[in-house]
């Protein structure tokens, strides 16, 4: 895992810039890369206006002086509107000695009239909330270019710091960061550029990051045997209750990702379509059978019976994964969730399981895997994925439609499909969540729950085709 899919924090970009330094690439060579990388996605993007940079002290700042540079040699009119001098002897100084263009006090009129406004103000590290003459120049701006992140952003969590404006274009170096692809930031940043700065591949050596995006590159989707059969496809057990249209949603979604056999084990479920299979035994006898090795517990089950059917299955040792009712039977007793192999909730259910966690969403998910030994898919439009041993994942493919009744049961449904085949939890839980998304933007707008399994095997037969 890692490359190009691997998110960087503001800290761990610093240990990677300095690692640089080691290896003989100065922070004025990275200034001067970052700053042409900006003017140069500009270029592409826009037509030549009047620019106005506002450069903060520090290294966006100094991004800033470096984009200002190469704007103007194209012969743009630009002008720098520095907030605060760059720190005496820094690179930013340096590149800041290099500008020979105007320089003008920074004002709101100024921002108004500029035609295109770079935000190279505060960087992804920013440890403060920004200060409302600062907010109020950015939200002036009538389009706007943001270095790094759109200030106010924290490129490790995504959340606002005070206030941010709103980019149309954001040109980060060398590496996303976490704030790129979680809300609030994401919607933030506008178009998202990654610019290659020289940074050695030594530097990111240095670091082992355990956050990614979240793409096929990380994981491999299981393949069937020329001479295998339904059972080496693994047999998933979908408890089924009262609501059986819950189960039923995620069985069609398990056998279209490639489950051998997928059975509904529960009193009389009705609606139950050909292909799948209907078990009335009794729990104690399923569960001795050792080809039921995996479980989906949970969707439409009933709070009561998913508590005591959890407990069943874990003490069984078998591998769960637990959704809907499941979670909800262990609210503000999140240890009753130890033992299963992967839990799906959304925020309401997370907040209910683990009233204490109150960070932001990568932590939480990460300190909740930790606790309870398991993976946490904390679903969202930014949903991450968090293994106990501080693995991460964010998925940044899920359409605003995806967001509908029944689309939770199919998400549990395919991860415990892909966990029957043999996925490890971890991977089969990425790879579900990106698929979820992947077959909701190939159904478009105006899909309902019952239309996402079917647009899973073209999804499944695009990666092997396009070797993700």
């Excluded at 001098?85 to 320089?103: H, I, K």
């Excluded at 295109?116 to 992804?124: E, K, Q």
């Excluded at 200030?151 to 969590?157: M, Q």
């Excluded at 078990?279 to 969707?299: F, K, Y």
Aim: proline letters at 7%; hydrophobic letters at 50%; glycine letters at 12%.
């Amino acid at each position: 895992m890692g490359g190009m899919d691997a998110l960087y924090t503001p800290q761990e970009m610093g240990l990677i810039d300095t690692a640089a330094l080691s290896c003989g690439v100065s922070g004025l060579m990275l200034m001067e890369n970052a700053g042409t990388a900006v003017a140069r996605a500009i270029v592409r993007r826009f037509r030549p206006c009047r620019v106005l940079v506002l450069a903060g002290p520090g290294n966006n700042g100094g991004d800033g002086y470096v984009a200002a540079r190469r704007l103007a040699e194209r012969g743009w009119p630009v002008a720098v509107a520095p907030l605060a001098p760059p720190r005496p002897a820094s690179d930013a100084a340096a590149a800041a000695a290099l500008w020979r263009g105007p320089v003008v006090a920074a004002d709101e009129g100024r921002v108004q009239s500029a035609e295109l406004v770079i935000d190279a103000v505060f960087g992804a590290g920013l440890a403060r909330d920004v200060d409302p003459g600062t907010v109020a120049l950015l939200g002036a701006a009538r389009r706007l270019v943001a270095i790094d992140v759109p200030s106010g952003v924290d490129g490790a969590t995504g959340a606002v710091r005070g206030a941010a404006p709103r980019a149309d274009l954001t040109v980060t170096f060398a590496g996303l960061k976490p704030g790129h692809l979680l809300f609030p930031g994401r919607a933030l940043c506008g178009e998202t550029v990654c610019a290659e700065i020289g940074m050695p591949a030594a530097a990111f050596a240095r670091v082992e990051t355990k956050t990614w995006r979240n793409t096929p590159a990380l994981w491999r989707l299981p393949a069937p045997a020329a001479t295998g059969h339904k059972y080496e496809r693994g047999h998933l057990t979908i408890l089924a209750g009262p609501m059986s249209g819950a189960a039923i949603l995620a069985a069609a979604a398990a056998r279209r990702i490639g489950a051998g056999l997928v059975t509904l084990a529960g009193p009389d479920p009705a609606g139950v379509p050909p292909g799948i299979i209907v078990s009335r035994a009794a729990l104690d006898e399923l569960v001795t059978d050792p080809r039921r090795r995996v479980w989906l517990c949970g969707p439409g089950l009933g709070v009561e019976a998913a508590g005591q059917t959890l407990a069943h299955l874990v003490a069984a040792g078998r591998a769960i994964v637990a959704d809907a009712d499941a979670l909800t039977s262990a609210a503000g007793e999140a240890e009753r969730l130890r033992g299963v192999a992967a839990i799906t909730p959304h925020e309401g259910e997370f907040a209910r399981v683990f009233p204490d966690l109150q960070a932001d969403r990568l932590s939480r998910a990460r300190a909740a895997a930790a606790r309870i030994g398991a993976v946490v898919v904390l679903k969202g439009p930014d949903t991450v994925i968090a293994a106990p041993d501080g693995r991460a994942a964010i998925n940044a493919n899920a359409p605003p439609f995806l967001a509908t009744a029944g689309s939770g049961d199919t998400l549990a449904g395919i991860a415990a499909g892909l966990l029957v085949q043999g996925m490890p939890a971890f991977e089969a839980c990425c790879a579900a969540v990106w698929l979820h998304g992947a077959a909701a933007t190939r159904a478009g707008g105006g899909l309902i729950a019952e239309d996402l399994a079917d647009h899973l095997p073209m999804v499944v037969e695009n990666i092997k085709k396009f070797n993700f």
